[in-house]
């Protein structure tokens, strides 16, 4: 693989969820201590994006005001969403705010944000492809790519469509490795079709591997009682050849120092590594969950237009994981819009499911745990 990177640990420093004060600011002092941490260990590749609140400003005062500037890579993101911007224009000028709110004038790595099958064509639209390209051409950017979030087949539409991207981030860890609705290992297989390098994040799926189920905490305490869940996930991550470096979202002093204990002198999973997460794995599949495969054959006849595979991946993050708070937020979003207590009970989609899924029943249970 044709890295883009060197002298720099594999593990990255994710920028999203840094710690914050009882205000709500961003802990500043603290995350110093992080990127002082985090450099003593080797780490040089630090992640934010325009829309992580606060994030940028706080990546200027932690770190770029206090290191120089060669001696770390930074990526930030354009959002091209209407949440983020209203035009054109406005999309264009975040490349500006952003290297204002940083304190610097070029950035390493910069990332269209979040493409997906939805959202890719207001990228296009926008002509911005072409100016990250200028961008690059100006020296104001060293590398440019994007971090995506659909389907393997809208991936490798995308990059068939833009060979010159130089980098993708992907969504991977061993619980989404082969989900039918993220889909990791397809999404990694396209990538290593178009030789691209990886970006990993989510590689603790938000932190939700950090405490998996009892069952699947046993087959890692068993195989080394000292390592940490959140060891044997990002590690998983790291290990896949094509992958640059993994991002970790860390929050405070103590998930740093934790990623650093096994992420310092890395070395990627021997065969009897890789075989513990692959029964980590299928324990945590027999978790009592919706066995819905996201095939979507139920839903073009649905007179509610449900987006009923997204709506029970939202309800099974709470019955594999048991995080309420997190199930609600993903469902806030996630379907689409539609809601489970939407449904009408006509019943179209039960005649077209493969897996004979009583669908009208488990869309009452949603609605009646996550709304
Ligand atoms: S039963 Fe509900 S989910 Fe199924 S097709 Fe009818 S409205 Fe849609
Ligand atoms: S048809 Fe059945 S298995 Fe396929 S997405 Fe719909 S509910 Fe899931």
């Not at 961003?26 to 934010?48: H, L, N, P, W």
């Not at 440019?144 to 992907?170: C, K, M, N, R, W």
């Amino acid at each position: 693989m044709n890295s883009l990177i060197s002298n720099c640990m594999k593990l990255g420093f994710g920028l999203m969820r840094l710690p914050r004060l009882d205000s709500g600011e961003i802990d500043v002092e603290q995350t110093k201590q992080m990127v002082d941490d985090f450099f003593d260990a080797g780490g040089r590749y630090f992640d934010t994006a325009f829309v992580y609140g606060g994030s940028e400003e706080a990546t200027k005062k932690a770190l770029v005001e206090r290191y120089p500037r060669d001696s770390y890579y930074l990526a930030t993101k354009l959002n091209a969403s209407s949440f983020a911007c209203k035009n054109e224009e406005e999309a264009k000028n975040e490349f500006n705010i952003s290297l204002e709110r940083l304190g610097t004038d070029y950035i390493d790595f910069y990332l269209l944000h979040a493409l997906d099958k939805n959202n890719k064509d207001t990228y296009e639209k926008y002509g911005l492809w072409d100016y990250v390209k200028k961008l690059k051409a100006e020296g104001k950017i060293k590398h440019y790519g994007f971090s995506f979030h659909d389907q393997p087949e809208v991936l490798d539409e995308i990059l068939t469509a833009h060979p010159e991207a130089e980098f993708v981030q992907l969504q991977i860890n061993y619980a989404d490795w082969d989900d039918a609705n993220v889909n990791s290992r397809k999404c990694y297989e396209v990538a290593v079709k178009h030789n691209k390098p990886v970006v990993v994040m989510e590689p603790v799926k938000g932190g939700t591997l950090a405490n998996p189920p009892e069952r699947v905490m046993e087959v890692f305490k068993e195989a080394d009682p000292m390592a940490s869940a959140a060891s044997w996930a990002v590690k998983f991550a790291a290990s896949l050849p094509q992958v640059m470096v993994v991002l970790s979202g860390m929050s405070n002093v103590e998930q740093m120092k934790d990623n650093i204990s096994y992420m310092k002198d890395f070395e990627a999973f021997s065969e009897d590594e890789q075989k513990v997460i692959e029964k980590a794995t299928a324990v945590l599949k027999e978790t009592d969950s919706i066995p819905c495969t996201a095939c979507h054959y139920c839903t073009p006849g649905c007179p509610m237009k449900l987006h009923i595979p997204e709506i029970f991946a939202c309800m099974n993050e709470y019955k594999i994981y048991g995080n309420l708070e997190r199930a609600k937020n993903g469902y806030a979003w996630r379907p689409g819009g539609t809601k489970a207590s939407q449904c009408v009970k006509c019943r179209k989609c039960e005649g077209a499911c493969p897996q004979h899924l009583p669908i009208v029943e488990l869309l009452q249970e949603v609605a009646d745990t996550l709304e």
